[in-house]
């Protein structure tokens, strides 16, 4: 196999890395375990010539090498571990024209650390309407690199750009600053006592709050090296910083012309407005319900449509195929399961489509801006507005958006109240509960049906603040009132990015969704059909009823159940069921619950694996909704099981419990501590018990 | 000596000094340093966070670390 190069995408928020990285790699993507925005490294293919192939790597964008967060941390930790299996052969700095001169810093910094780099000027198109003029060649010359002009409204660069990276062995890796000249004393120190260290390499580690694995920072700290305080090493990064703006500045008085008559305007306009005091809210609150309504409207189409395929498919598989057992799992199980979180599709889509256009667009650092404060009542940052908002998505990109947040305490209380936001994985449990309990009729024009779905949402987004106010109060941890956000330009978002974004993101939760689909039902299925002793190997003998005066038909049902309740998993169920009867639930909704902590959406499909193996019924072409084998359940009293008590007990159940594993792994990485995981799975479920024992309790 | 925080709506000043401890490293590196001028833009309500153009860059802050910032008021 040929050489495989690869390439870093380094850049500034909101440069345009993400756009170079969908330029150059089209669908070629490795999508990221986890949906997000560019929080993760994301990996993509680009062909060269002859055979070669350039790994490419969307990294988070960062405004210097100085780590002040966690998703700057990521870049740090790639650039200066050269044993990295991700190491880059070379660096493509992607920087916005309309603001070099701060991007310029990044670029120099890297430059340093002896990587070679290609600079790309991005957003070339809007040179002309900002009255930018470049000399490249000069550049080039005192930047000691390759320019490449960018834009993600053509493609011609991107031949210029490949060229680079194939002959990436050509380009300068000298470095830009002399470190020494910050301080020659302290860093001529520093240079005898590591002779075989990068001077500008260890002075990146000696800054950060992280240790990297090759040069570590204790073993920096055990020589008889003098020490400096954090006061006077922020002194020396804030002379670094000085020097590079020094520098840049004269190279740039040479090589950029800006005819500063030209439009400012645009923004401005737009600001007044989306940052009124007034209008500012009123706008937020409007685009809130815009995206809430259309969900619901527009989703619906796609939805019935994709209900419909696999109602035909599941009956498909049913006429067939042999019927019996095996056919029984595929159709009930695994289709109707698949089919439970594939129905979602077109509701995700299109969220994940509008969270994607409000950051794209520049809109989301407006509405942090303007709810920062009141965020800050809640123990909160206006920061965490956004993992809220995605977290009405699924939880785990959101708490993967949380890297931003600077004060450590902020940026906890958000990944800890996140979960609480009604995601995606509960929406089919609720429809389907709603649809059972709730009558489908309206009041004042409304219908409840609507309003209940409505009340949930409203409920998680309460909870999730009033337990921010609780922790705030709690937790014993120093607040650094930290905030520091760059205000972006607006700008019109590419539908062909929003695409590869949306695309990229119902695919990863179809499929990690689809994987524990498929593995639940098949445990379920086996410990549903299999069990010892007499009464599950003769279950006729057991059936209470005269059997000369029933039907052959119930005969058998009766036969299924008694089968089914002496099962393995019917000895599970009835296990736990002492520990959910007072919430008003059977044992078949104890394993729903039970199965469901391995993800929520798997809820539905358990349900279809435990009572289509009950419903013993292979008349074929006549494959029974879910919903309305639920609503015949009784217990062994004859009464329903599903009633209005127990059905909104288990809707208060989803809505508080935490009953996700990959939420409580991603909380586990980026919390780095079992502590907060755990902590946040008792309680949660503590409190979403006792909700629903109470709710319960009363209503019945 | 004026702070950042006393700016109005519109107005303008020059940076003088950012030394204190607490400011972060990321705002001097958007170009919060001294010598640079600086115009508010936007001030959110109840004392909320500032919007500010510093250096070509649009960034907000909070207002206890604009307290922290001497500047010298330009017309
Ligand atoms: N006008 C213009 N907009 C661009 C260009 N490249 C990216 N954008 C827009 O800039 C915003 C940020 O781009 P993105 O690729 O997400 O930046 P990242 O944060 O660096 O990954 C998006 O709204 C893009 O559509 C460009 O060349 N010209
Ligand atoms: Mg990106």
New interface residues.
């Given amino acids: 196999m040929s050489k495989q190069i690869k390439v870093a995408l380094i850049g500034n928020p909101n440069t345009g890395k993400t756009s170079i990285f969908n330029s150059l790699t089209g669908l070629n993507q490795k999508i990221a375990n986890y949906p997000g925005v560019t929080v993760e490294k994301k990996e993509g293919v680009c062909r060269l010539s002859r055979g070669t192939k350039a790994h490419i790597f969307d990294l988070p964008g960062t405004y210097s090498l100085n780590a002040s967060s966690m998703d700057e941390n990521l870049v740090v930790e790639l650039l200066l571990n050269k044993n990295h299996k991700d190491f880059p052969d070379l660096a493509i700095i992607v920087s916005d024209v309309e603001n070099l001169k701060r991007n310029l810093i990044l670029f120099t910094q890297v430059k340093d650390l002896e990587i070679p780099t290609v600079l790309a000027i991005n957003m070339s198109d809007r040179m002309k309407y900002k009255g930018i003029e470049l000399n490249i060649e000069k550049l080039e010359k005192e930047l000691d690199t390759k320019i490449i002009l960018t834009t993600n409204r053509s493609k011609e660069w991107v031949g210029d750009i490949k060229n680079l990276i194939e002959n990436y062995k050509e380009l300068s890796s000298k470095i830009f600053l002399d470190t020494s000249i910050i301080e020659p004393e302290y860093f001529n120190n520093l240079k005898k006592i590591f002779p075989n260290q990068k001077l500008y390499k260890l002075w990146v580690v000696i800054c950060q709050d992280v240790n990297f694995s090759n040069v570590s920072r204790q073993e920096i700290e055990n020589t008889d090296f003098e020490i400096k305080s954090k006061s006077q090493l922020k002194r020396l990064q804030q002379k670094e910083t000085i020097k590079r703006y020094q520098l840049i500045n004269n190279i740039l008085n040479e090589g950029q012309i800006i005819d500063s008559s030209k439009a400012q305007g645009f923004r401005a306009k737009i600001d007044k407005i989306l940052t009124h005091k007034i209008f500012g809210y009123l706008i937020f609150l409007m685009v809130l319900m815009a995206i809430f309504q259309s969900i619901y409207e527009w989703a619906s189409v796609p939805m019935d449509l994709i209900d419909s395929s696999f109602a035909s498919l599941a009956d498909w598989v049913k006429i067939n195929f042999p019927s019996g057992a095996m056919t029984n799992l595929l159709a009930d199980g695994i289709i109707t399961g698949v089919g439970g979180i594939v129905i979602f599709i077109p509701q995700i889509a299109f969220l994940f489509m509008f969270i994607s256009i409000l950051e794209e667009s520049g809109y989301m650092s407006r509405v942090v801006f303007l709810t920062d404060k009141t965020m800050q009542k809640f123990g909160l940052s206006g920061k965490s507005v956004v993992p809220l908002i995605s977290g009405v998505a699924c939880a785990i990109p959101a708490i993967m958006a949380t890297r931003n947040i600077e004060s450590w305490k902020e940026r906890l209380i958000t990944i800890l109240v996140t979960p609480f936001m009604t995601c995606a994985a509960r929406l089919p449990v609720y429809l389907i509960i709603i649809a059972l309990v709730i009558p489908d009729e309206k009041i004042f024009g409304l219908n409840y049906q609507a309003i209940a779905l409505m009340s949930l949402y409203i409920i998680g987004f309460v909870t999730a603040l009033l337990s921010s106010l609780v922790l705030t109060k709690i937790l014993k941890i120093k607040k650094r009132s930290i905030f520091v956000m760059e205000m972006p330009n607006y700008k019109f978002p590419r539908i062909k990015d929003v695409f590869y974004t949306v695309f990229e993101k119902s695919k990863s939760f179809v499929v990690e969704a689809g994987k524990i689909i498929l593995a639940i039902s098949v445990i379920l299925w086996v410990l549903a059909t299999n069990g010892i002793g007499d009464k599950f190997e003769n279950p006729r003998n057991y059936i209470t009823e005269n059997v000369q005066e029933i039907s052959q038909e119930e005969i058998q049902t009766l036969e299924a159940s008694i089968k089914l309740e002496s099962s393995f998993i019917g000895y599970i169920g009835k296990g736990i069921e002492p520990l959910f009867k007072p919430l008003g639930y059977d044992w078949k909704i104890g394993i729903g619950i039970i199965t469901s902590f391995a993800a929520r959406e798997v809820f539905v499909g358990t349900l279809a694996v435990i009572y289509n193996i009950d419903n013993y019924d292979d008349s074929v072409g006549k494959k029974e909704e879910i919903k309305k084998i639920m609503a015949r359940e009784t217990d062994s009293n004859g009464n329903k099981i599903f009633t209005l008590a127990s059905g909104i007990s288990l809707l208060l159940f989803y809505a508080f419990a935490m009953q996700c594993m990959s939420t409580l792994a991603i909380v586990k990485k980026e919390t780095n501590s079992w502590k907060w995981p755990i902590l946040q799975f008792i309680i949660m479920t503590a409190l979403a018990y006792f909700i629903s024992l109470i709710s319960f309790q009363i209503l019945s | 000596m004026p702070k950042l925080s006393d700016l109005k709506k519109g107005e303008k000043g020059k940076i003088v000094d950012?030394?204190s401890?607490?400011i972060?490293?990321?705002?001097?590196?958007?170009?919060c340093?001294p010598g640079n001028s600086v115009r508010l833009?936007?001030q959110?309500?109840?004392?909320?966070?500032i919007?500010l153009e510093v250096?070509?860059?649009?960034?907000?802050?909070?207002k206890?670390?604009a307290k922290l910032i001497e500047i010298e008021l330009s017309k």
């Fill in positions: 950012v030394s401890q607490e972060p490293m990321k705002l001097l590196e958007m170009g340093l833009i936007q959110a309500p109840f004392q909320g966070p919007y250096n070509g860059s649009y960034v907000a802050i909070r206890e670390t």
